[in-house]
């Protein structure tokens, strides 16, 4: 499962090395990149305990976001961080509509 998510989070997969050292050096970066990913999705976590309507930040929505805000700046900043908003509220929603409706199923007869 960590692997999956590193080849789909931080490109572990998109290495074309020829040598051990090179590889070596990629395989470190990527899985030290998804760490940080990992380590700032647990500390927001670990900081919101309020129930606004949204899921928590997961890894991919803090890669969005760093994508969004460092790498590639626009000067739109204020509709990408709304667009997240918007995305997490609406992912949240469909989470609860899906476990009401399992809920529902398994307690019929």
Known sequence: ESFQAAKSQVGLDQH???RWD???RFTTLALAALAV???CAADIADQ???DNGLIKLTV???RRLINACIIHPISDLAHRLHWSGWRRRHQARARRAHYTRRLN???QP
């Open 16 to 18: 074309q090395v020829r």
């Open 22 to 24: 090179s590889w070596h």
């Open 37 to 39: 990913l990992a380590i």
């Open 48 to 50: 919101d305990h309020a």
């Open 60 to 62: 991919n929505e803090i």
């Open 105 to 107: 199923l398994e307690l």
